[in-house]
């Protein structure tokens, strides 16, 4: 969010007492005590996985970039989809394209709802909203697709992550879930996994992250406008808190609200109030060496507060806005 309110202050202060009863092993704010650990000592959820989920190779073909051509210059207009008429997504902060079915959205409100997920399809009409047992919705910020610790699978990781106040003792959380079809969903999901992570030297907050797809591992982005930290962390199962790597240091000169990869893990977009930030990752390169070359300047709806940002497979990305009747828009690769 922009600016603290009262409101927000209000719930900061609730949830803070609330973490005292449900921390995790070394007592991280804001993170949801684990679920019930399977017996290769990976937390999930007390109930049996029964959703399906496909295979996602950890290449996956996106539009190819020609000869000479930027990831920016795919990008001349944008769509105003309208609307998404999801009821109670009053503050959408994050966005992922399902890899099970493109034609679904996901998203999540910022600090101040349940531990739910929304779902709705490329037009904006309500898919159904879903719970996140075990989770906690301290102060979720973004949201990604990708696949599991072995490159396999197709999951929604929710990026609980946000930290306005300093209050949270550098400890975020990230709750993994299987992408699944909402019409064959029940209420809520069959199986979360909760990963917590510390940063390694400081208190940060975060609004972006996404899950590079070719390691497989998870990248949180600070949001600061001096500048902007971009750590990595691991997303198998390791009992306790993980400490996260500081990877990248960029001068942005803007805040980061959101982020994304493309599905092959080519493509790197940050996005702003003001900005989205891309850059390409050739073959054999890391995110970190990535991040080293100076970004192009891809078209950034205008929305009332737009934060969120997430690529389909043909490299067109959606952004959505906060507010109630949040705004849809798609930027087409072409």
């Known amino acids: 969010m922009r600016k603290p309110t009262l409101w927000l202050i209000v719930i900061s202060v609730i949830a803070v007492a609330a973490v005292a009863f449900v921390r995790i092993s070394d007592d991280a704010p804001g993170v949801a005590a684990p679920p019930t650990t399977s017996g290769s000592g990976a937390p999930t959820s007390s109930v049996s996985s029964t959703s399906t989920t496909v295979t996602v190779p950890s290449t996956v073909p996106p539009a ?86 072995d490159g396999t699978g197709s999951y929604l990781y929710v990026g609980d992550i946000g930290d306005n106040f300093y209050i949270r003792g550098g400890r975020v959380a990230v709750y993994r879930v299987p992408d699944t079809d909402p019409r064959t969903m029940g209420r809520e999901f ?75 893990g080519g493509v790197i977009a940050f996005r702003g109030y003001r900005n989205v930030w891309m850059w390409v990752r050739t073959e054999g390169s890391t995110i970190a060496n990535a991040l080293t070359a100076e970004p192009c300047l891809a078209p950034n709806p205008d929305e009332r507060q737009g934060e969120a940002i997430a690529f389909d497979r043909e490299l067109s990305y959606w952004t959505v806005s906060e507010g109630r009747d949040p705004g849809l828009h798609m930027v087409p690769a072409g």
């Not at 008429?85 to 966005?95: P, R």
């Not at 909203?129 to 919705?137: D, E, K, Q």
């Not at 992570?197 to 609004?207: G, I, L």
């Open 190 to 264: 069959d199986e979360v996994v909760a990963l917590a992570y510390a940063y390694p030297d400081d208190v940060y907050n975060a609004e972006a992250l996404f899950i590079d797809p070719v390691e497989p591992a998870l990248y949180i982005v600070t949001k600061d406008k001096r500048k902007t930290l971009v750590f990595k962390g691991p997303i198998t199962i390791i009992d306790g808190t993980v400490e996260l790597e500081l990877v990248a240091t960029l001068r942005l000169d803007n805040e980061v609200s959101g982020a994304d990869i493309s599905w092959d």
């Open 64 to 149: 190819t970039l020609p000869p000479g051509v930027g990831a920016c210059d795919l990008y001349s207009s944008i769509v105003d989809v309208g609307t998404v008429g999801s009821e109670g997504l009053i503050e959408a902060s994050g966005l992922a394209v399902s890899r099970v079915d493109e034609t679904v959205l996901w998203s999540h409100n910022d600090s101040g709802d349940d531990a739910r997920l929304y779902a709705f399809d490329t037009t904006g009409a309500p898919l159904g909203v879903f719970g996140v047992p075990g989770a906690l919705a301290f102060d979720w910020e973004d949201m990604a697709a990708g696949p599991g610790p």
